[in-house]
């Protein structure tokens, strides 16, 4: 299976940006769907937006359509989360996952290789 680990994560104001990086080894993103997702403290973890193969579609949660963006670059093998215009309500340990057998998904059961995850905190 494929390995990952985020980076990225910090602290911002409110309506500020961050890019969370998935980087892989052991295998190539460009043949695993990839998503995003995040846990804030007692909360369930929650799906956040996912990558296709090749990354010929991406999907994103209601709450963070048109202010987060994915992107891949194979050369790197890492996947990019684009965060702007950051809410409070958007702290949480951000993760990235990655399956070969799916080719979308909203549903953190479907994923079998995680990163550790990286914090985001976001203060008004």
């Known amino acids: 299976q494929v390995q990952l680990v985020e980076s990225g994560g910090g602290l911002v104001q409110a309506g500020g940006s961050l890019r969370l990086s998935c980087a892989a080894s052991?295998?190539?993103?460009?043949?695993?769907?990839v998503g995003w997702f995040r846990q804030a403290p007692g909360k369930e973890r929650e799906y956040v937006g996912d990558s296709s193969w090749s990354g010929s579609s991406i999907g994103y949660a209601n709450s963070v359509r048109g202010r987060f963006t994915i992107s891949r670059d194979r050369a790197k093998n890492t996947v990019y989360l684009q965060m702007d215009s950051l809410k409070p309500e958007d702290t949480a340990i951000y993760y990235c996952?990655?399956?070969?057998?799916?080719?979308?998904?909203?549903?953190?059961?479907?994923?079998?290789?995680w990163g550790p995850g990286t914090q985001v905190t976001v203060s008004s």
């Open positions: 996952a990655a399956d070969q057998a799916i080719n979308h998904s909203d549903s953190p059961e479907d994923y079998h290789s």
């Open positions: 052991g295998g190539d993103l460009f043949r695993y769907a």
